[in-house]
């Protein structure tokens, strides 16, 4: 028997995206980023004023907005 060559070629198969895998990949991807950043930057804490004595010397810093 003569010898055989193998000379077979494996097919890769196409990269199959279609529109709702872009889509949900953006919005995956925005969301990750969303979530970095809320956890990244320094967030505003907010007190409430109330009626009473100033027995206590508390010093506060505080940043109004107000249009003029």
């Known amino acids: 028997m003569a010898k055989q060559t193998?000379?077979?070629?494996?097919?890769?198969?196409?990269?199959?995206?279609?529109l709702g895998i872009?889509?949900?990949?953006?919005?995956f991807i925005y969301i990750i980023v969303c979530?970095?950043?809320?956890?990244?930057?320094?967030?505003?804490?907010?007190?409430?004023?109330?009626?009473?004595s100033l027995a206590r010397n508390n010093i506060y810093e505080g940043l109004i907005i107000r249009k003029e």
Not at 6 to 18: A, H, I, M, S
């Open 22 to 27: 872009i889509i949900f990949t953006m919005m």
């Open 6 to 18: 193998k000379k077979v070629v494996k097919y890769r198969k196409p990269l199959n995206l279609n």
């Open 35 to 52: 979530i970095f950043l809320y956890f990244t930057k320094s967030h505003i804490t907010a007190y409430e004023v109330r009626i009473g």
